[in-house]
């Protein structure tokens, strides 16, 4: 492989980036009564494993049941609204699950989310369903045989 | 050089099984360019998290050699609010971006050189840690605590881990997005083996069907949390942990009178404010009261990504330190009525300790402070973490 000046940078960004990644490590595992190593890596693991052995399988099969279950032009649609719907309940799962907050503080998490989730997920489909009718309406003008029928 | 890029011998074939197999991953979105691009975005909003990040924390935590500006007032405001605006917002690019490579976890043969194992090796602490942040600072601002390490140092840590491994991974992949990714990519086909194939035609989502989703996606978490932070968005503040207008007095609280374990020690008669300083001096509750008030229009802004605009009453912090003959350039400490915990005091530097704005609040929003917001006296003072910003103080002290 002949040195470049591509490939020195290339060098250069991954020596740094060691270099943090090591100082990182050092600070996680020297702070060790606020970091508590293991259970921080008990953490770090079990988010790799559960994302790459239980959410990429169950996403795959969900897909697989809507190849079986949705017609062709408005899959898309429902897989869209899907990606959305669920990037949305993830992102605020601790509100509307009820989790944390404070008894004595009523200003943490003040607000219906189930009420809420509920609004904006329902704002999402229903674009989601606007988009599914344009597509409907496109495909019967297509099979339609002329702007002469009403 | 040689010994990293020599190929190791190709593993027996029989053990190619299972989603090993060739084409096990039929998925059109398994692309390169899609990975790019979404890997472009992330970078993006990982970087804009990590230096935020930072800022956050040295402002709370600062270096001898940085003096923390008290102007512009919103600067925490922004800084925060994008910590963790964009932080919810990478949780569709993450998990798209994640989808768009998963069949590289298992790419045949497992490893072909060192250099190849090596970069593997990195991509763990980079998904890993990707991972654990977005997890960890989900449950935070919702004071979900069900780890037992502290979240403020775990998470700046596992910031470094996954900063490094992050580099080390564009530096990894470089040449895929110059190959992927802008005009004349085909021109720069010849730096790797991985280009995007013609998107096969299929019913399900196109690959410009899924970046239009993600968008969306981001789109939708920004518009109903952004609300906590942005003036004028709290309508829309559906899914934030906090409203800037709910709260005694209109105004969210982070710790109250009853968690700090000050409701009688606030609501003694005998309270007094000592402020030691070469005249040192204690005011008692009505000598304070009556003390030279002035006004200010400052943000409560909060580590927790919120931030909620009020006003405050009460003398100026630079008055009672000039009662004191506390030298312009000193710093003092604030001292909070609480027996414990981490934010019992804070410091308060001459840039901040100076500026006409920084109260030692008596009053908000027109009327008495609120037990939970620092009855009887409260530090406000502008560009500054909610965290620092002491409740219940009682005394002022030179350092």
Request: charged residues 15%; contains cysteine; proline residues 9%.
């Amino acid at each position: 492989m002949k040195t470049t000046p591509a490939l020195v940078l290339r060098g250069l960004l991954a020596a740094a980036g060691l270099a943090v990644l090591g100082y990182g490590i050092h600070g996680l595992l020297t702070m060790e009564r606020a970091t508590h190593p293991l259970q921080a890596a008990r953490w770090l693991i079990g988010g790799i494993l559960i994302h790459d052995l239980v959410a990429v399988p169950v996403t795959a099969v969900v897909g697989l049941l809507l190849t079986r279950l949705v017609r062709a032009p408005y899959r898309a649609v429902v897989q869209g609204a899907l990606l959305v719907s669920a990037a949305v309940a993830l992102a605020s799962l601790p509100l509307w699950r009820g989790y944390g907050g404070s008894p004595d503080n009523p200003t943490v998490n003040p607000l219906p989310y189930g009420r809420n989730l509920a609004i904006v997920l329902g704002a999402v489909w229903a674009g989601a369903a606007a988009l599914i009718a344009v597509r409907a309406a496109r495909a019967r003008r297509r099979l339609g045989s002329a702007p002469d029928t009403s | 050089m040689r010994v990293l890029t020599r190929r190791f011998p190709h593993p027996p074939a029989f053990l190619r099984q299972g989603p090993l197999r060739e084409g096990a991953f039929p998925s059109r979105l398994h692309d390169p360019r899609v990975a790019a691009l979404l890997g472009i975005w992330l970078g993006i909003t990982f970087g804009v998290c990590f230096f935020t990040g930072l800022v956050s924390h040295f402002m709370q935590h600062p270096p001898s050699w940085l003096a923390w500006p008290a102007r512009p007032v919103w600067l925490y405001r922004v800084t925060q609010g994008l910590h963790v605006a964009t932080g919810l917002a990478s949780v569709p690019l993450l998990l798209a971006k994640l989808w768009t490579v998963y069949p590289r976890l298992w790419e045949w043969p497992p490893v072909r050189s060192a250099a190849h194992a090596l970069e593997r090796v990195t991509i763990v602490p980079l998904i890993a840690g990707a991972l654990f942040q977005l997890a960890t600072g989900i449950a935070n601002i919702a004071q979900w605590y069900r780890f037992r390490f502290f979240f403020t140092v775990t998470h700046y840590w596992v910031a470094w881990i996954t900063i490094g491994a992050l580099l080390i991974h564009i530096a990894a992949k470089l040449a895929v997005v110059q190959a992927n990714v802008g005009p004349g990519r085909a021109g720069r086909a010849h730096l790797t083996d991985r280009h995007s194939e013609p998107e096969p035609p299929g019913d399900g989502l196109s690959r410009r069907g899924l970046v239009v989703a993600v968008g969306t996606a981001a789109g939708v978490i920004t518009l109903t949390t952004a609300g906590q932070f942005v003036p004028g968005l709290a309508r829309l503040d559906l899914l934030a942990p906090r409203r800037p207008d709910l709260g005694p007095q209109r105004l969210p609280v982070n710790r109250t009178a009853a968690a700090a374990r000050v409701l009688a020690l606030a609501r003694d008669p005998a309270y007094q404010l000592e402020v030691v300083g070469p005249r040192p001096f204690t005011l008692s509750l009505g000598e304070l009261l009556a003390f030279d008030h002035h006004t200010s229009k400052l943000p409560i802004t909060c580590v927790e990504g919120w931030a909620a605009d009020a006003t405050w009453h009460g003398p100026r912090l630079r008055d009672l330190l000039d009662a004191a003959g506390v030298p312009p350039d000193a710093t003092v400490r604030v001292e909070s009525l609480e027996a414990r915990g981490g934010y019992r005091t804070s410091e308060v530097n001459p840039p901040h300790a100076r500026d006409p704005l920084t109260l030692l609040a008596t009053g908000l929003n027109g009327a008495e402070l609120d037990l939970d917001h620092g009855y009887p006296a409260r530090l406000i003072a502008p560009n500054r973490p909610g965290v620092l910003q002491t409740k219940w103080v009682h005394r002022v002290v030179m350092l």
